[in-house]
């Protein structure tokens, strides 16, 4: 089954103790992302990757960072946690179609992480 | 300046009636494509439906509609014969350019189907 895989789903820990979220797609798509949704904002953009070894910030990547070592694998990494960090995380994939086709975004599950 | 507006963050519909959610967005690219997201409670994120700034029809996926006007810059999403799963949050996103698979999104409106 197609699918994209994050871990954990719910996470609660505290204030600047390290962690990492993974996420793995299995379609093979050049394009993975990771996003922030907090209510009354929508999703906002932390990083992307448009191929391996090629990542770059979105609109809020402050405190957070990423690695492409393997076309399929996206862990996002918070180095040193804060509360303003609580929130619902996604992962996301596309393929990267240079005829502009609609390439929609593919989301995990989501990760629900609460820092105290 | 946001690039995609939703104005209305909550909205309810009678089951089995029809429900337009609004969305509006902002580009210079001639070259752009817009996309509706469902959010049941559960919290994954569905993929309801596409619409290329080139398209000359409006895209339609089962109950699922688009109304988009192109001058005006808006892509509003028309759900036909509501139903109580239709109860969610609403996502309206854009990608800009061809070469780009990157999307911003609207806040979301939230929908609820009354019985």
């Known amino acids: 089954e197609a699918q994209v895989t994050q871990n954990p789903r719910y996470l609660i820990t505290v204030t600047g103790k390290k962690l990492t979220v993974t996420c793995s797609q299995n379609?093979?798509?050049?394009?993975m992302s990771w996003y922030r949704q907090d209510p009354g904002l929508g999703l906002r953009q932390i990083y992307y990757?448009?191929?391996?070894?090629?990542?770059d910030k979105g609109d809020v990547p402050e405190g957070y960072k990423v690695s492409r070592k393997e076309k399929r694998n996206f862990p996002l990494i918070l180095e040193s946690p804060s509360p303003n960090q609580t929130s619902l995380y996604f992962c996301?994939?596309?393929?990267?179609?240079?005829?502009?086709?609609?390439?929609?975004?593919?989301f995990g599950p989501g990760t629900r992480l609460t820092v105290l | 300046a946001q690039k995609i507006t939703q104005t209305q963050p909550g909205m309810f519909v009678q089951e089995k009636e029809a429900v337009t959610l609004d969305c509006t967005y902002d580009?210079?690219?001639?070259?752009?494509?817009l996309f509706w997201y469902k959010q049941p409670s559960s919290g994954e994120m569905i993929f309801l439906i596409y619409?290329?700034?080139?398209?000359?029809q409006n895209a339609t996926e089962g109950r699922y509609s688009l109304n988009f006007q192109k001058a005006r810059k808006s892509a509003n999403l028309v759900i036909s014969a509501s139903q109580l799963g239709d109860s969610a949050m609403y996502f309206c996103?854009?990608?800009?350019?061809?070469?780009?698979?990157?999307?911003?999104f609207g806040a979301g409106t939230r929908l609820t189907v009354k019985p």
């Open positions: 996301a994939s596309s393929p990267h179609d240079r005829q502009a086709g609609r390439n929609e975004q593919f």
């Open positions: 379609m093979n798509h050049e394009y």
């Open positions: 990757s448009m191929n391996v070894e090629v990542t």
């Open positions: 580009t210079s690219d001639p070259s752009y494509g």
């Open positions: 619409q290329g700034s080139y398209d000359q």
């Open positions: 996103a854009m990608r800009e350019g061809l070469n780009n698979n990157d999307m911003r």
